[in-house]
């Protein structure tokens, strides 16, 4: 068992390669905590007025999951999907062995655009298997009764929250959930005890019993609670994410998540060679190339909290 814990994780600014002109926020990985259940990566980019143009690239090893909280873009990828995503639509590609994909806003002209893009690792059963794209238009919600006010709404994006399970492919447990938390309530939600947990404020104003939120900052609240009550004078919106803490350590890398060096340098060498492994994302004639290895081994990525 980890053990209760009240971390906060501050965003970091990073250009987005293949888009022009935009910077994300980046929360996770953390240097000294690369995965939070099986979550290893967090971007928030937006809110902005941009042209999204996010090239043709690959993954390996991870599912992305990407969730709009402002306007539209475009997912296509090598399996042959193209589909558009909005706000309360959950887009899930899993990566497998070898997967390619392309991410525009809609339009020539630059929109309001805001989201949030995770991944989520994949477990030696999975990581290895065919790639994969899920696209959920309706997903499940729950009522969290208040404590004080009115109650909050729970969308259930991945995994199992409050007894309600997202249709969403999961390969390990997991829970990510969006809250939406009314002004002037008090609202329990509830954790699995085994599960270690995180509190990302999207907007708005909360705070727990003695620490306030901060925006874009993710709470890390390690595991052994089975509740966190949160208030909110404002209103706030929120995502929780958690699972069963992941065992493997991984590499990361660019776009892929593997197990050593060594795999990381064969799925380098397979994009920059054009092979099949990561097929072809149908109407680009331009995709990223990747960068140069660094000239030490990469090592996995190990928790120090």
Partial sequence: MI?????????????LGGVRGMN????????NLPTIGAWCFLDRFGPADTRMRVEPHPHIGLQTVTWPLVGEIRHRDSLGSDADLRRGQLNLMTAGNGISHSEYSIGEDPVPLDALQFWVVLPESARHGEGGFERHTALPTV???????QDATATVVLG?????RSPATVHTPIVGAEIALPAGSTVRLPLGPRWEHALLLVEGGAALTDHDLERNALLYLGDSRDHIDVTSTEGALLFLLGGEPFEDDIVMWWNFAGRSHDE???ARADWEAASDRFG????HDVRIPAPPLPPVRLMPRSRTL
């Fill in 3 to 15: 053990g209760e814990r009240r971390l906060v994780l501050e965003p970091r600014e990073v250009p």
């Fill in 24 to 31: 994300v926020l980046r929360v996770l990985p953390h240097r």
């Fill in 143 to 149: 009522a969290l009764p208040a404590r004080h006010g």
């Fill in 160 to 164: 199992e929250f409050a007894g309600v």
């Fill in 264 to 266: 990381i340098a064969e």
């Fill in 280 to 283: 072809r994302v149908d109407g």
